[in-house]
């Protein structure tokens, strides 16, 4: 998307601008005002979002809608996204785990396997963000209460309901990003929505979001997502989420697994 607006800006320079003096305004000019233009559409879009009931006919719109944001969000930050491993992938609905560095992971996570239309478990903290809450409520992301033990349960079985319907579902079950890159311990209990979905689990290593805050538009960053297991339903079934757990952290601990 940001390409398509840097050619039609050059386009506006070749059409309308006379002298040299005109050249760099034209071009900021229409590159300014496309990108307020998109930020509008998402705007309107997203007041037709009920956050708290949204319309799951409409998830797909909106998760696409939400990935022409990322997009150009990531590509003016300098944000570099390489996606490691696609073809590994199963056919159909799966649960997907991985480390957590940063805020930035689900975004780029989305935008990387915006083939597969991934959404995220998210704390209902996001869904108040002016027009973006909005848009990944729209989008499908499920709100969790990290406040409220027992919503966990509830917000299980809407990711299994998903899954069995066709949808790949993240989790991250460290709960919140680690500070420092070591891996926190794991709320195991997420690892039964692939059980109950009787789907695969894939597991996601997310490397070099934690340096996207302090880099924006200052240097370029590096992020690579790279998917480094697909365990089958048939692996995990009779094991316990304590286990569950330990096959996934060996994965993410392997650096041998991402080579």
């Known amino acids: 998307m940001l ?15 006379r002298t040299p003096l005109q050249c760099p305004l034209y071009f900021l000019g229409t590159f300014l005002g496309l990108l307020l233009l998109h930020a509008l559409v998402l705007a309107a879009a997203s007041l037709f979002v009920n956050k708290k009931d949204p319309n799951p006919k409409r ?45 930035f992971d689900p975004i ?12 995220f478990v998210t704390k209902k903290e996001n869904l108040d963000i002016p027009v973006g ?3 990944i409520a729209g989008a499908g992301c499920i709100s969790l209460d990290r406040a409220d033990d027992r919503q966990g349960l509830v917000v299980i079985r809407q990711v299994v309901r998903r899954i069995q319907a066709g949808e790949a579902i993240g989790i991250y079950p460290e709960g919140t990003r680690s500070k420092t890159g070591e891996l926190l311990p ?3 209990g997420c690892f039964k929505a692939a059980q109950w979905a009787k789907c695969p689990l894939v597991v996601l290593r997310t490397r070099g979001t934690e340096n996207i805050g302090k880099n924006f538009f200052l240097r ?3 992020v690579t997502l790279t998917v480094a297991a697909v365990f089958p339903y048939e692996q995990i079934r009779d094991l ?19 080579c």
């Not at 390409?3 to 601008?17: C, E, K, P, Q």
């Not at 096959?247 to 697994?257: E, P």
């Open 59 to 103: 998830f797909a719109f909106y998760r696409k809608l939400l990935v022409t944001g990322i997009g150009p969000l990531l590509q003016l930050g300098a944000v570099q996204v390489k996606l490691v491993g696609e073809e590994k992938l199963p056919e159909g609905g799966f649960l997907l785990v991985g480390n957590h560095r940063s805020d």
């Open 220 to 222: 370029r960053t590096p």
């Open 108 to 119: 780029t996570a989305m935008y990387a396997l915006r083939g597969r239309g991934v959404t």
């Open 3 to 17: 390409i398509l607006y840097l050619v039609l800006s050059f386009g506006a320079v070749l059409a309308f601008a």
């Open 240 to 258: 316990d989420t304590t286990e569950i757990g330990e096959l996934v952290r060996g994965v993410l601990t392997d650096n041998d697994a991402f």
């Open 186 to 188: 794991f709320r195991v």
């Open 133 to 135: 809450g909005r848009l």
